[in-house]
């Protein structure tokens, strides 16, 4: 599994402040958690090439280091916020590399953020590009081949209204996507809820 970090966190938040490490261990599962900093994982406009690192570097480094396989049936990604986001584009941008994806939170819409924000310029360019693009990937990927998705989003979240508008695009594509809401914002107590729930999914597959 990888794990991906929001936008002010870092690796090291998943295991500080949910119980991935407790919830992996009892079902043998090895959990990758790099560090991108505010990169959104992407090859930055300005900046460090953070796509190439978690989609292509940082695998090949897991198989040699470790051992861990690259087997697609055996490979899951989930993330928060910004690492929704992540998540879902390894996903949508690898779908011969990964089973299934999970995103809490997700900064879905980037479209709408790179237009405001002098930050994201900085990541994205002055325009979002199309394979940076969640709605545009979903609509290029091929429904064969697509990895199962699962997206949830707190009703008081101030992301609430992009996952909406994802989930149903991508329903709307004929995609298998599991999408809920419950109660609740931008949270720490809801994260952890929904990565045991998601782990639990993972395993139906």
């Not at 994201?120 to 002055?126: L, P, Q, T, Y």
């Not at 997206?151 to 995609?175: A, I, P, Q, Y």
Request: charged share 30%; with cysteine; hydrophobic share 35%.
């Amino acid at each position: 599994l990888y794990l991906l970090h929001g936008l002010s966190d870092d690796h090291s938040l998943w295991t500080r402040r949910t119980s991935i490490e407790r919830y992996a261990e009892s079902r043998n599962l090895a959990v990758i958690m790099p560090n991108t900093y505010r990169g959104y994982y992407t090859d930055m406009a300005r900046g460090y090439k953070y796509w190439t690192y978690i989609a292509e570097e940082l695998p090949e480094k897991m198989k040699t280091m470790f051992n861990i396989s690259t087997d697609r049936e055996k490979t899951f990604a989930a993330g928060l916020s910004m690492g929704g986001y992540g998540a879902l584009k390894l996903g949508l941008r690898k779908p011969d590399k990964f089973k299934a994806v999970a995103g809490f939170s997700s900064a879905a819409d980037m479209n709408v953020r790179v237009a405001a924000n002098e930050e994201h310029i900085n990541v994205f360019g002055e325009t979002l590009s199309e394979e940076d693009d969640l709605f545009r990937l979903a609509e290029k990927l091929d429904k064969k081949n697509a990895p199962k998705i699962y997206m949830w989003c707190g009703t008081e979240d101030f992301l609430l209204d992009s996952n909406r508008r994802f989930s149903d695009h991508v329903k709307k594509l004929g995609l298998d996507i599991v999408y809920s809401e419950s109660a609740g914002g931008h949270s720490w107590e809801k994260w952890d809820e929904q990565i045991k729930k998601t782990l639990d999914w993972f395993e139906t597959l």
